[in-house]
């Protein structure tokens, strides 16, 4: 038995999984009043229903007919779907071991039944309050504070899961690393209110530029990255071509507002895991981009260069 309310605004979303039905009912009668709830009479079907609507918290019976409730548990954490959805264990068993057993695998509390309303409340709120921290610190703990986008740490952990499903369903995929110019010289010329800016301006760009497959980072001061998926090399430098060629339409302004005197520009460098060019690791893949920044840096900046065709010029977008 599968039961389903739609989310209505920004109610959280409580997922009920319990075999016994006047227990489910009245628990699903009950938060409806403050969450939207979805409500499972086993297991499987819990399951089901958590990798499908992402519920903001799960309030699982400890004993089910016909399984345990801390298998139930495992299987959440074992799904990265579901991994962080913090699990309330509700159980009619006192005995304390089987409480710390609870604990101990990763439910963040327990209610005994039958329990009242009021501390059901609480602890669900508790619950989602402690959940909603833990979400706001992992997001502030991968993100660069300058730019909003991500930083090297989660870059390295997005490389990894974007290498092993290109080597998966055997498709490409490009690294692109792009460089600001002369970020030391703006820097030590304006100030680096205005660096900041600059850097601000390219980040903009860049985002505005990608598809939702897409992800970018900031690499470093004046680097970022953006691994393009399904993309070869050669198909990547289009990309690049469009943020470099396209930044020269963009304007950075000073404190006062005043406009900068100066134009931004990029140099690229690009290389790709692909059937042609396989890579042994990401940080292969990362060393043979970096080479081919290297090498647009020291023709001159301003370019796009693919690793291992620096004598092929990219393909030129097209200016209106």
Do not use: W
């Amino acid at each position: 038995m599968i039961e389903r309310d739609d989310r209505r605004g920004d109610r959280a979303l409580i997922l009920v999984v319990e075999d016994d039905p006047a227990t489910r009912d009245s628990l699903v009668e009950l938060l409806s009043a403050r969450f939207d709830v979805l409500g499972a009479s086993d297991g499987q079907s819990g399951l089901v229903l958590a990798r499908e609507r992402r519920p903001d918290l799960v309030l699982l019976d400890r004993f089910l007919d016909s399984e345990d409730g801390l298998s139930v548990l495992d299987s959440l954490q074992h799904d990265k779907a579901t991994e962080c959805v913090p699990v309330i264990f509700l159980t009619g068993d006192a005995d304390e071991s089987t409480l710390e057993k609870c604990l101990e695998m990763g439910a963040v509390d327990f209610v005994h039944k039958p329990a009242s309303a009021r501390e059901l409340m609480a602890r669900i709120d508790r619950a989602l309050r402690q959940s909603e921290q833990q979400q706001r610190l992992h997001v502030l703990a991968q993100t660069d504070a300058l730019t909003g986008l991500a930083n090297f740490r989660a870059l390295s952990m997005r490389m990894e899961d974007e290498f092993k499903r290109a080597n998966r369903y055997q498709y490409p995929m490009s690294v692109v690393i792009i460089d600001l110019d002369h970020l030391k010289a703006i820097n030590d010329g304006m100030g680096h209110d205005v660096g900041n800016r600059a850097i601000l301006a390219l980040a903009s760009h860049l985002r505005t530029n990608l598809r939702e497959v897409d992800f970018a980072a900031r690499f470093g001061g004046d680097e970022f990255v953006a691994l393009l998926p399904h993309q070869t090399a050669i198909e990547a430098a289009v990309f690049a071509e469009r943020i470099r060629a396209g930044l020269r339409t963009v304007k950075v302004t000073r404190s006062d507002g005043r406009p900068a005197p100066f134009g931004l520009s990029v140099s690229v460098g690009i290389a790709d895991h692909s059937v042609a060019h396989p890579r042994e690791s990401t940080e292969a893949l990362l060393k043979a981009a970096d080479a081919a920044l290297y090498e647009a840096k020291r023709e001159g900046r301003d370019r796009v260069v693919v690793y291992g065709a620096s004598a092929m010029p990219p393909p030129k977008v097209q200016q209106h």
